[in-house]
């Protein structure tokens, strides 16, 4: 009985170590706040897998520096129809985006057939092209939200 609350409080000393020594880390990386820790440390999460599937995906046409090819592939590096067109964005990954679209000023008239990504997927790639060269979006998107989104 005496030993095993021994071993019970050493691994709630464990515990509470291992998680302070996390939330340091996290909290270097964004602000103290509990519900940004949470969103910025499943962030990140996203983008990391989201990163492999812009690699395997979407570099050979948007290009690793997300500029895209002018007149054939639009940019997402600092595109304003992604990051003020949440839904259609979605909508374009989910589902393909063909016909007559103006980025930045550009008009694009090309296709980009569906790619056939799973909802968490379309989550995970859109968080990482929303937060990367330049761009910033603090409102995390989720699988939920992708698996609502209808043609
Ligand atoms: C075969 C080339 C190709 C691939 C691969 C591709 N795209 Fe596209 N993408 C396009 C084209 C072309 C358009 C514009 C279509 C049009 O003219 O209507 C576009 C448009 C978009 C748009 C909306 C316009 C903008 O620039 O903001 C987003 C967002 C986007 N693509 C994201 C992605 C993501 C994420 C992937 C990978 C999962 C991907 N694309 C893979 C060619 C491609």
């Not at 067109?85 to 694009?108: F, H, L, M, P």
Request: charged share 25%.
């Amino acid at each position: 009985m005496k030993k095993s609350l021994g071993y019970l409080i050493i691994t709630l000393l464990l515990i509470s170590c291992n998680r302070s020594e996390k939330n340091k880390d996290i909290t270097e990386l964004k602000n103290s706040e509990e519900t940004s820790i949470n969103q910025s440390s499943e962030l990140k999460a996203s983008m990391e897998r989201g990163k492999i599937i812009y690699t395997d995906f979407c570099v050979t046409c948007h290009l690793p520096n997300g500029k895209g090819v002018p007149k054939a592939f639009p940019p997402l590096a600092k595109s304003d129809y992604l990051m003020n067109n949440r839904e259609e964005s979605i909508k374009s990954i989910k589902y393909g985006q063909s016909g007559e679209i103006t980025v930045n000023g550009e008009i694009y008239n090309n296709v980009m057939a569906p790619l056939g990504l799973e909802d968490d997927e379309i989550a995970d790639v859109m968080n990482y092209i929303t937060n990367s060269w330049g761009n910033s979006n603090d409102k995390l998107i989720t699988e939920e939200e992708v698996s609502k989104i209808e043609r």
